[in-house]
């Protein structure tokens, strides 16, 4: 049993010393204290269905044994001593990983955050373009550096300092709510004109993420990434994946989420699911571009270090031999079917949408005007934590359910969070 603080007291802690903006998701807080494959417990062992897999960070599941174990192990043997020194455990790794990737992406860079791995992405196309620009989406989220909060495409998390010097917002190919609506090429085409509008007609890169998470696990439209890949590269600049939610096999028919649209990045970069948890990031590229960062000293403090490598090898064997990919193709196939006859039944569903294990659920007052609904996403949201479920929320009106949990999830969670988002969208 739990034999912490209780969990006022936590809360008062964290009001008084943590930063004062930090979220707590629901109204009443939940406090987590243990977690367990799929499942979450709160400080009184009540078990929560996890949807969300801890902002989609736990891939295979929450202190999956095999990735413990391997953690446990190399702590006890060595936890740091900084890539000054050889080890196996990084070497090992970045030769699994690059063993993952498509194309010539075989040099890896371990660091420890998606916003840091987004930031040296961005640094290495302009490096290696020696352009300046960079496009990215409306709607996009990279991260909170400075670098990558000039990436955001979503006011809510902007400050208002210094940010985004030659960034470029592109429209949105966003199926349900974009000006083109599922043709991507047409978007890919205005990319064609900002380009040539808001830049020197060279761009030193363009970013995106290929099922927006933030955002609402927004896909993008059909076509689109073959198409803009081609603008982008003809104007001189190199194709950035985000993977950061998207890898790792989520989407079930892909390993990487891109692969959905055919088209092979020049750089990628992944964070989360990566670790199962543990801080730990990736940036891979190819030799070429790895090259220009060979000019300068370079060089990480944690990136790589035994103990996060030792968890992200053993994400990549357990997704391999528990068939996690599959699994995901399978149960998200169940999940998306399961959806759209809620959505059959309750006209406040406006949208379903997603691949695999990483699916949204948009709320709408009316479905022709599309008008979030806004407060009672929020109702729903806490209503279903309280029958056991614990889904994600976002898009930038709040009015998207995620549905992005452990990839181990199985047929019987996807009915059990059917039948409480039923229960709790008729008591609207
Ligand atoms: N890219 C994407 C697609 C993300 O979802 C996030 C985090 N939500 C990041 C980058 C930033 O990662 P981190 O919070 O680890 O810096």
Redesign the pocket.
Known sequence: PYTGPPKEEVLALRKKFLNPAIFHHFKQPVMIVDGKMQYLFDETGRRYLDAFGG??TVSVGHCHPEVNAAVIEQTQRLQHTTSIYLHHQIAEYAAELAAKMPGNLKNVYFVN????A?DMAMMMARLYTGAHDIITLRNA????SEA?MGLLGQHTWKFPVPQGAGVHHALNPNPYRGVFGNDGPAYARDVADLISAATPGRVAGFIH?TVQ??GGAVPLADGYLPAVYKTVREAGGVCIA?E??TGFGRTGSAYWGFQNQGVVPDIVTM??GIGNGLPL?AVVTTPEIAQVLASRLHFNTYGGNPVSCAAGRAVLRVVENEGLQQNCADVGGHLLLKLRALQAKHSIIGDVRGMGLMVGVELVKDRDTKEPAVHETAVVFERCKDLGLLLGKGGLYGNVFRVKPPMCWTHADVDFLAAVLDQALSEL
């Open positions: 902002i989609v955050s998606g916003s840091e987004n989220y990279h991260g909170l990558t993420e998470g933030v985000d950061v939610q964070a989360k990031a």
